[in-house]
């Protein structure tokens, strides 16, 4: 599976150019009083939130999806494989963290992607791992764009598609 990027157009969200983490607590992302910045060495109990200045990553144990937001937008992307089983997130893990980006490991029982989150863009590049064969992206999006290495990248416009889902190549 190739990588993908996904990104929001929106305002900025938080203040700042720097990629903040967020161990999240019992009462997840609704409690903020509860986060306390995360300590990138250890795994995490409950969830994470990854901050940019213009985006927010929501990453929750035991959910079936992630949570990309921004102010008025709202995406989420599942990553297993298995439509069977509900297939849950099991693991969150901080791969690198620096002001100017991060990565983040997220996995179900089938599949693991990388999420990479620069510093005060309004995107994520979903990057798979191991033998991960199927992400999903459901959201209101009105364009989605497949980069290629040569220039030949896949861009899909929702108002052209004309249907509720669309296909992406391996």
């Given at each position: 599976?190739?990588?993908?990027?996904?990104?929001?157009?929106?305002?900025?969200?938080?203040?700042?150019?720097?990629?903040?983490?967020?161990?999240?607590?019992?009462?997840?992302?609704?409690k903020?009083?509860?986060?306390?910045p995360?300590?990138?060495?250890?795994?995490?109990?409950?969830?994470?939130?990854?901050?940019?200045?213009?985006?927010?990553?929501?990453?929750?144990?035991?959910?079936?999806?992630?949570?990309?937001?921004?102010?008025?937008?709202?995406?989420?992307?599942?990553?297993?494989?298995?439509?069977?089983v509900?297939?849950?997130?099991?693991?969150?893990?901080?791969?690198?963290?620096?002001?100017?980006e991060?990565?983040?490991?997220?996995?179900?029982?089938?599949?693991?992607?990388?999420?990479?989150?620069?510093?005060?863009?309004?995107?994520?590049?979903?990057?798979?791992?191991?033998?991960?064969?199927f992400?999903?992206?459901?959201?209101?999006?009105?364009?989605?764009?497949?980069?290629?290495?040569?220039?030949?990248?896949?861009?899909?416009?929702?108002k052209?598609?004309?249907?509720?889902?669309?296909?992406?190549?391996?």
């Amino acid at each position: 599976m190739k990588k993908i990027l996904v990104l929001l157009f929106v305002t900025s969200l938080v203040y700042g150019n720097e990629v903040t983490i967020w161990e999240t607590g019992k009462g997840g992302i609704e409690k903020r009083d509860e986060w306390k910045p995360a300590d990138t060495r250890s795994g995490f109990k409950y969830g994470a939130v990854v901050e940019n200045g213009k985006i927010r990553l929501i990453l929750s144990l035991d959910s079936p999806s992630v949570t990309l937001s921004g102010v008025d937008s709202k995406i989420e992307i599942s990553i297993s494989s298995d439509k069977v089983v509900e297939n849950k997130i099991r693991k969150i893990k901080v791969v690198k963290k620096e002001p100017a980006e991060a990565i983040i490991n997220v996995g179900t029982s089938t599949d693991e992607v990388n999420f990479r989150v620069p510093a005060g863009q309004p995107f994520v590049e979903i990057i798979p791992q191991k033998e991960s064969k199927f992400v999903e992206v459901a959201g209101e999006i009105a364009y989605s764009i497949l980069p290629d290495f040569f220039g030949n990248d896949v861009v899909y416009s929702a108002k052209r598609l004309k249907a509720d889902k669309g296909p992406v190549p391996a």
